[in-house]
């Protein structure tokens, strides 16, 4: 899982960068967001967690705000990613971290928006 987590955030990191040089997403963009979503979904089915596509989501958290601003969801994006992480570091394959699920589900959404919004 850790090493899942470090491509997840050097694939963020090459996002982010990518993103502000040229503020558009090229299909390479697309193909790493594409990559991203696959790998961090594999960590989070490895801690045991589910998809939340069905939960409500709270209007006024940081992910709806950095919905509305591509540039400030690739910073979410980047920074979900970071904590998913640091929250792997910290726990044991014989653990089940709940915040490590729910940044995970955080970088998902994230990613899948960008990757829609083209």
Do not use: H, W, Y
């Amino acid at each position: 899982m850790l090493k899942r987590g470090d491509e997840a955030l050097k694939l963020s990191e090459e996002l982010e960068t990518s993103f502000g040089e040229s503020e558009t997403l090229s299909s390479r963009d697309l193909e790493k967001l594409e990559a991203l979503e696959k790998v961090v979904g594999k960590i989070r089915n490895d801690l045991g967690g589910d998809n939340d596509d069905d939960k409500i989501e709270d209007s006024t958290g940081p992910e709806n705000n950095a919905r509305r601003d591509v540039v400030s969801a690739f910073k979410f994006l980047r920074s979900s990613t970071m904590r998913l992480v640091d929250e792997l570091k910290k726990s044991s394959r014989f653990s089940i971290s709940v915040a490590a699920v729910e940044s995970s589900n955080a970088v998902i959404r994230i990613a899948r928006f960008l990757r829609l919004k083209k």
